[in-house]
């Protein structure tokens, strides 16, 4: 009975409606016009339009706020008049608004489910301001339009087959001329998708994400703070990680309390690890105060938050895995770096662009609060990379999708090349100093056949197996490699280079994988090569980089990919002949590098 007299109140059947129905109806409005059908565009309102239906609705009788004039060629049509939905009371039945507009917007609304919180609502917002707790694990989803999922509902082929781009283009539009209903469906799916995308994508609507690539768990992480004196999160690991995420991190920084930064290694997530990629955050934010929260990184098992808050921490912290190759679920005190505005301007001196606010910075991935003084010192370390800009040039050459399938430059075939100009190199070539680490086995099918290289055997003029090929004449291949900063005349690779594999597992034994390559071969986009414009600044740059602390700088960013941004974080080590010197003997394998050995030697190598 309290139900039913409530719903007579707020949403009556017939009759004059509430003040409920009209403010939502105006609000469904609103959202309806995001995902407005294609096939109804000429219903579209104008916005005086639209001014005049809201007026409408809301007050009961309003006149346009402008004269709409009939276009010309309609000499003789009316004015449009002033519209009266409300009886000689004063009250508005929203049952006799039953154009063909407003039915699209009740149709749309009704499928799309809009929700308007503050007016659901009210009395909690009116009384207390908000929600006292927000609990959530908000879909962690990229708004991506999958055409061929779209069609293999009506023809599983498009599933199936799994087409390219240009094919599936090519059989889209036939097969959308032979079926209505497949048409009828693509139109709907493909409105739903581009009013969701831009939606979510508004600056108006999520101002906090300006910047950053939109997704779902982000969206509703920006709007419960609003709604909620606490929330509480289960996320994907993208907002305190995102470089341009900064505006969100400045909102979220004064409330958030607790940061627990799980890797799904013991499937909390279960058949979701996806080969140890898969981590997430649970996040505890409260009201906005000066920044203050603890952050607990490299989680497997959620009994390690309370066991680091309550133990004693007389043992030293243990490592990721135990001395039986767990992993470790054993807590310590030590384990909880507490994060204040010094330590966020700390993190943004090392993982963001000079100038960036504390409030905006990135936070790393540290298994203990002792590997905050260990960045202090990386971060009084004088010279980075960055510093000896245009001196240098980053390049990953060879898209392996574009130069194999579109412009011909390259050829997958598992070969011997005759030069180092037709070595076309890939991922498991190089290691840490060491650029003849695997080769490609002469009948190779998948990642796993490959050979380690004794090196012991190692002949001087070795030239590794590859499983890509020029796939052009020898001019065309090299007109096709980009010229350098400091010398429109010279190629990428007609320089010494240190490359290193794009991607990157801050949980394996080492992260950054860098070798040197000597002039001529190229490679593939799996890895990324920076040649310079003087050898000495190639070894200075390349000795850290093969380095175990480097290499831990690189392990706290937690990123999956070493790019050019991240390269130039890290620090240029001055000249130090005992570092260059452990470099050379590292890498200079076959007599490519003699020119090298040349230039740089001195007295002191002996």
């Not at 037709?422 to 099918?445: A, D, T």
């Amino acid at each position: 009975a309290r139900q039913r007299i409530f719903d007579d109140a707020i949403r009556p059947t017939n009759g004059p409606s509430s003040d409920y129905q009209r403010l939502k109806l105006v609000m469904d409005y609103w959202c309806a016009l995001w995902f407005w059908p294609i096939d109804q565009v000429h219903l579209l309102p104008s916005r005086d339009e639209y001014l005049l239906d809201v007026g409408s609705v809301i007050e009961g009788t309003l006149r346009a706020s402008q004269t709409i004039k009939p276009t010309q060629g309609q000499l003789f049509g009316a004015e449009q008049p002033s519209l009266t939905i409300a009886d000689e009371f004063g009250f508005v039945d929203l049952g006799t608004m039953d154009s063909a507009r407003w039915r699209i917007v009740r149709t749309v609304a009704e499928s799309h489910r809009f929700f308007h919180w503050e007016l659901e609502f009210a009395d909690v917002f009116s009384d207390r301001g908000g929600f006292d707790l927000i609990l959530g694990n908000p879909p962690w989803i990229k708004i991506e339009w999958n055409e061929g999922a779209v069609m293999g509902d009506v023809t599983p082929r498009f599933v199936i087959r799994d087409f390219k781009a240009p094919e599936l283009a090519k059989l889209r539009l036939e097969a959308l001329g032979h079926s209505s209903e497949l048409a009828e469906l693509y139109l709907r799916e493909y409105v739903d998708f581009e009013g969701t995308q831009n939606f979510l994508n508004s600056v108006h609507n999520y101002f906090l994400l300006l910047g950053s690539q939109s997704n779902t768990y982000k969206c509703f992480v920006s709007r419960a703070t609003d709604l909620s004196r606490v929330t509480g999160f289960v996320h994907d690991d993208g907002m305190f990680n995102d470089p341009k995420g900064g505006l969100l991190r400045e909102h979220l920084y004064p409330r958030l309390r607790f940061l627990f930064q799980f890797e799904n290694e013991l499937e909390l997530f279960q058949g979701l690890n996806d080969h140890g990629r898969m981590r997430f955050e649970v996040s505890i934010l409260g009201t906005s105060r000066p920044v203050r929260f603890d952050m607990i990184s490299e989680l497997f098992w959620p009994t390690t938050i309370d066991a680091s808050y309550s133990a004693s921490g007389t043992r030293p912290v243990e490592a990721r895995k135990d001395d039986e190759n767990r992993w470790s679920v054993v807590g310590h005190p030590s384990r909880i770096v507490q994060v204040q505005e010094n330590v966020l301007g700390l993190f943004a001196s090392l993982y963001d662009d000079n100038g960036t606010s504390w409030m905006r910075a990135r936070l790393p991935v540290l298994r203990a609060s002792e590997l905050v003084h260990v960045l202090r010192t990386f971060a009084l370390y004088p010279a980075k990379l960055a510093d000896v800009s245009g001196d240098y040039r980053c390049s990953t050459l060879w898209d392996e999708t574009n130069a194999v399938k579109k412009d011909g430059t390259i050829r997958r075939e598992t070969w011997t090349p005759s030069s180092l100009t037709e070595c076309v190199l890939s991922g498991p070539h190089i290691y840490v100093g060491n650029p003849r680490f695997k080769v490609p086995r002469r009948n190779w099918e998948s990642r796993n056949d490959y050979d380690v290289l004794d090196l012991n055997e190692l002949s001087e003029d070795h030239l590794p197996r590859c499983n890509f090929a020029p796939d052009c004449d020898a001019d065309s291949f090299r007109s096709r490699v980009p010229p350098v900063g400091w010398n429109s005349h010279k190629k990428h690779t007609d320089f010494y280079r240190m490359v290193h594999r794009e991607m990157a597992k801050p949980e394996w034994e080492r992260t950054l994988l860098a070798a040197l390559l000597p002039p001529g071969p190229t490679h593939v986009n799996v890895l990324l090569s920076t040649a310079f414009a003087e050898p000495m600044t190639l070894l200075r740059f390349c000795s850290g980089a093969m380095s175990l602390p480097v290499d831990f700088r690189v392990k706290t960013t937690g990123m999956g990919h070493i790019n050019k941004s991240l390269l130039e974080q890290l620090p240029l080590l001055n000249e130090d002949s005992g570092l260059v010197l452990r470099a050379l003997l590292l890498n200079c394998l076959t007599k490519d590098y003699a020119d090298l050995w040349q230039t740089l030697f001195t007295d002191s190598f002996r």
